[in-house]
């Protein structure tokens, strides 16, 4: 299908209160009709803390040592 237009829809459904607000649970995603993806989401928190040590780049691993190379 490269290069052709498609029809991309998503639907959201099974709406839950969290929190005085409400918000879909399930979320299906259809291209030309056909469901081509599905989410169902099992839990929502809002206003949750989060350790910062989530967000911090990843500490590169180190260099494979070198081998020596056999003498003469």
């Not at 237009?5 to 409400?22: A, D, H, I, R």
């Not at 995603?29 to 081509?36: A, C, D, Q, T, Y």
């Amino acid at each position: 299908m490269q290069g052709a237009e498609v029809e991309m829809e998503g639907f959201l459904s099974n709406y839950k209160e969290v929190n005085g607000m409400v918000v879909p649970h399930y979320i299906e995603n259809r291209m030309n009709g056909e469901v081509m993806s599905s989410v169902t989401i099992e839990s929502i928190v809002f206003d949750e803390d989060i350790d910062a040590d989530l967000f911090k780049k990843p500490v590169a691993p180190a260099a494979p040592a070198t081998p020596e190379m056999p003498k003469k």
